[in-house]
């Protein structure tokens, strides 16, 4: 059964950027069959889907965040990463990585998330 | 791109159904037969319920259901068991490979 595995700091100062890798286990992210993705979740509040990547390198993103979004892949160490540059307070949030099905709807395998504080 | 409207909160005795309703525009779920549904128990990560309007993943117990009518997408949930109670979100592919999801509906087993 494929894992997915976050990680990166817990504690980001604003105006800096925040940086995450999501280690893929058991399964190779090049398959081809899936996307990968980003998703948030702010305290106590609801699911937020940042983007897409496909191995290949091909991003899909979240309108809302796409001016201070990237998301690439590294196929050699079966990674995906999110870079959210110039943090605030309201980038305080779980952040989730999940692999989503060809159709880019349903999100099948999620990590367990990792919370990241941005505070001076 | 607007988040899709759930009711914040519905709740049910055990045995019973309940459903949970998402609501969309005709840019997402009135367009496309790609919507989700995620239950969440606190500190855990959603799991995936049900996929393309109404398909269940492996392991997913027929008691959850799913169903689309025009900008609406349904979940239903029949024999209400304890442990269903937790947050339930819809989501809907929106096009040009974007995604949204609902605000979340937190379900309370009476």
């Known amino acids: 059964q494929v894992q997915l595995q976050e990680s990166g700091p817990g504690l980001v100062k604003p105006s800096q950027t925040l940086s995450l890798t999501c280690t893929v286990s058991d399964g190779s992210i090049s398959s081809g069959t899936y996307y990968w993705s980003w998703i948030r979740q702010h305290p106590g509040k609801g699911l937020e889907w940042i983007g897409f990547?496909?191995?290949?390198?091909?991003?899909y993103y979240n309108p809302s965040l796409k001016s201070r979004v990237t998301i690439s892949v590294d196929t050699s160490k079966n990674q995906f990463s999110l870079e959210l540059s110039s943090v605030t307070a309201a980038d305080t949030a779980v952040y989730y990585c999940?692999?989503?099905?060809?159709?880019?709807?349903?999100?099948?395998?999620w990590g367990q998330g990792t919370m990241v504080t941005v505070s001076s | 791109q607007s988040a899709l409207t759930q009711p914040a909160s519905v709740s049910g005795s055990p045995g019973q159904s309940i459903t949970i309703s998402c609501t969309g525009t005709?840019?997402?779920?009135?367009?496309?037969?790609?919507v989700s549904w995620y239950q969440q128990h606190p500190g855990k990560a959603p799991k995936l319920m049900i996929y393309e309007v109404s398909k269940w993943p492996s392991g997913v117990s027929n008691r959850f259901s799913g169903s689309k009518s025009g900008n609406t997408a349904s979940l239903t949930i029949s024999g209400l068991q304890a442990e269903d109670e937790g947050d339930y979100y819809c989501?809907?592919?929106?096009?040009?490979?974007?995604?949204?999801f609902g605000g979340g509906t937190r379900l309370t087993v009476l």
């Open positions: 989501s809907s592919y929106a096009g040009s490979g974007t995604l949204v």
């Open positions: 999940a692999r989503a099905f060809w159709n880019r709807d349903a999100f099948d395998i």
């Open positions: 990547i496909y191995y290949s390198g091909s991003t």
């Open positions: 005709s840019s997402d779920v009135g367009t496309y037969n790609l």
